[in-house]
């Protein structure tokens, strides 16, 4: 191992404008979606209305890491719905909704509303396993 390697520099939080861009992507997406007021707090780690409404009229605060990662998974999520599906964007969105199998009859939103970070990441890794063909 080569002396002169350097570690990564440690991750930084989301810049303003990085957070209002995903912010305002989620707020999108989850119309997109149909998700109640409730369900997207849930989704966004506990969020509270008041939150939720700032960000719908372009108000984003600080995104800090774990909703900055909920935000990450939330839009990988959504490209993978949309690659599985491709043009039929309608069906990529009410996919989220869609009882499935692989869930044990539950639909990914169901298993995403869990609450836990390790929940969206399930619903991520099992449509990068779709979309890869693994």
């Not at 999520?77 to 996919?95: K, L, N, V």
């Not at 298993?111 to 990441?121: H, R």
Request: proline share 2%.
């Amino acid at each position: 191992m080569s002396s002169d390697i350097q570690p990564a520099p440690p991750s930084q939080d989301l810049t303003a404008d990085e957070a209002h861009a995903a912010a305002r992507a989620i707020v999108n997406l989850f119309d997109r979606w149909k998700l109640s007021d409730e369900d997207a707090c849930q989704l966004l780690g506990g969020m509270t209305q008041r939150t939720l409404t700032r960000w719908r009229q372009g108000e984003i605060g600080r995104i800090n890491r774990d909703l900055g990662t909920r935000l990450s998974l939330l839009l990988g999520i959504h490209t993978g719905t949309r690659y599985m599906f491709g043009q039929d964007t309608s069906r990529a969105h009410q996919w989220i909704k869609a009882k499935n199998s692989a869930f044990g009859g539950r639909s990914g939103l169901e298993i995403m509303l869990s609450g836990q970070i390790i929940d969206l990441y399930g619903v991520r890794r099992y449509l990068d396993a779709e979309c890869s063909g693994w």
